[in-house]
């Protein structure tokens, strides 16, 4: 069974970091791309960062663009998200996901396997 499972999450201070982790079990990890959504409360989900099955290429929403960094480890099955410059904004529940697809999915519709969610609260 594909269960992705997302860890790293917490409370942090605005300006501060974190980096967050997805490991992908139950599936062939690099025919996959990832991508990292997030969902605050009384908000849609929304797309935060996807990358490619091998790494090559990356995309960010214009909100975090400069301040996350997503990138995988096809080895050990694991994509991360590393955010810094947090602000209080950046406050949800955020999920991985993965697209059998070579390409940089963004939509949340080319996804097929959802993680369960981990929270990051930023504080002011």
């Known amino acids: 069974q594909v269960q992705p499972v997302e860890s790293g999450g917490g409370l942090v201070q605005a300006g501060g970091s974190l980096r967050l982790s997805c490991a992908a079990s139950?599936?062939?990890?690099?025919?996959?791309?990832m991508g990292w959504f997030r969902q605050a409360p009384g908000k849609e989900r929304e797309f935060v960062a996807a990358?490619?099955?091998?790494?090559?290429?990356?995309y960010y929403a214009d909100s975090v663009k400069g301040r996350f960094s997503i990138s995988r480890d096809n080895a050990k099955s694991t994509v991360y998200l590393q955010m810094s410059g947090l602000k209080p904004e950046d406050t949800a529940v955020y999920s991985c996901?993965?697209?059998?697809?070579?390409?940089?999915?963004?939509?949340?519709?080319?996804?097929?396997?959802w993680g369960q969610g981990t929270q990051v609260t930023v504080s002011s």
């Open positions: 990358i490619t099955w091998s790494g090559s290429s990356t």
């Open positions: 996901a993965a697209a059998r697809t070579y390409s940089l999915p963004r939509g949340e519709s080319e996804y097929a396997y």
């Open positions: 139950g599936l062939s990890f690099r025919n996959y791309a």
